[in-house]
């Protein structure tokens, strides 16, 4: 089945420590994004791509990293410089200048 | 001011109740406009699109007002099911970017 796999979906991270969020996704769309979502509020974009090799950062990319090497695949690093890291987040794909996009299961990020 | 507001409810309604939701938006360059529905701990997931004549899908209709700058979700006889968190979704574009923005969501609870 087509779709986005975001992996791993609970993650716990010690203070100070580094995690790569991974997102795959098999619908041959080339836009890829990733939102963060807090407790009782909207998703704000933290980076996204348009095309292999390229991105840009979103509203909150500060402590966040990403690459795009394969069109299928978009990564998310979250950086000890990100001071409040615990949210839920979704990556998300469409197709280029496609106005719906679809979104993976999330992931959970608790630090400890 | 939030580009995209909504009121964040909750609302309660009985079974078989009609409820409406708004839902504004402050950039008038936005292009497109979406509900999305998110259950409980996951991904949203679209529900419709927003067009200029209205629309309907089944028990929901959606509408924009462009020139007052907002949109409106409508669901008429609420099923139990139809308990989520609804999020009003602007597309905007912008020095070449394309990106959606999301409303903080409203939540409904249709209780027996």
């Known amino acids: 089945d087509g779709g986005i796999t975001q992996s791993p979906k609970y993650l716990f991270r010690k203070e100070g420590q580094n995690v790569t969020l991974s997102c795959e996704q098999n619908l041959n769309h080339d836009a890829m994004y990733w939102y963060r979502q807090d407790p009782g509020q909207g998703l704000r974009l933290i980076y996204y791509?348009?095309?292999?090799?390229?991105?840009q950062k979103g509203d909150i990319a500060d402590g966040y990293s990403v690459s795009r090497e394969k069109k299928e695949s978009f990564p998310l690093t979250v950086t000890s410089a990100q001071k409040n890291p615990t949210a839920f987040y979704l990556c998300?794909?469409?197709?280029?200048?496609?106005?719906?996009?679809?979104f993976g299961e999330g992931s959970w990020l608790t630090v400890v | 001011r939030k580009e995209v507001e909504q009121d964040p409810g909750p609302f309660n309604v009985p079974e078989g109740a009609t409820v409406a939701f708004n839902c504004t938006y402050s950039n008038s360059a936005s292009q497109s406009f979406f509900w999305y529905r998110q259950d409980c701990r996951k991904e949203p997931k679209l529900l419709m699109s927003?067009?200029?004549s209205g629309n309907e899908d089944g028990r929901f209709t959606a509408q924009l007002n462009r020139a007052s700058q907002y949109i409106s979700l409508l669901i008429r006889d609420s099923k139990l099911s139809d308990s989520a968190t609804y999020l009003c979704?602007?597309?905007?574009?912008?020095?070449?970017?394309?990106?959606?923005?999301f409303g903080s969501g409203t939540r409904l609870q249709v209780q027996p």
């Open positions: 979704v602007v597309n905007r574009l912008d020095t070449g970017r394309r990106a959606l923005t």
């Open positions: 791509s348009q095309i292999v090799n390229d991105f």
């Open positions: 998300a794909s469409s197709m280029l200048g496609g106005n719906t996009i679809y």
């Open positions: 927003v067009y200029s």
